[in-house]
């Protein structure tokens, strides 16, 4: 749209207007063009990777030796009694996990390094050889008659439910932080 003096649709808003506020209106309207033609490809973009997302999610089952050596390590450590059921790879597009579920009800996630994330235990406890020792001791002070039925670890620490119904908050030296909702 060419702005002038003698614009028919807005004489009274464009009369006196200098060229160079002109130039600067056609300017930011060239940029409002070439940011829509760029969200455009964007959006074709996102639209073409979609169908990886589905290729990505391939959750397939393994055999022991197939874990990480880590993992291996951990179940033999901390499990060596409980019988594996099944053993998961799930290979998303920039992450990789390993589940493990065995017949006694107990489910550790792993990381793609074999690093425990999460322990869900139905019908037994988590291994109190498991915790640091801060967050053991806590336990065995403030719930004496209680034990960990889930663990979760994460960048910022420990969550943990006991069978009681206390969910406890822990950061990653085992410093309590208090309750979770």
Known sequence: MILSRGNTFFPSV???????????????????????????????????????????????????????????????????????????????????TWDVIFTDGVRIEFDSRGQWKEIECRKTFVPTKILLPRIASFIAEQYPDARVRDIERDRHGFELNLDNGAELDFDRKGNFRGYDD
């Open 14 to 96: 464009f009369d006196g207007i200098t060229e160079s506020v002109q130039n600067r209106i056609r300017s930011l309207q060239y940029e409002t063009i070439k940011n829509n033609a760029i969200m455009k490809k964007l959006f074709v973009v996102l639209i073409a990777l979609l169908p990886l997302t589905a290729l990505a999610d391939n959750d397939r089952p393994v055999d022991f030796k197939q874990l990480p050596a880590a993992a291996q390590k951990f179940i033999s450590t901390h499990f060596a009694d409980s019988k594996m059921t099944l053993a998961t790879v799930d290979r998303e597009l920039l992450d990789t």
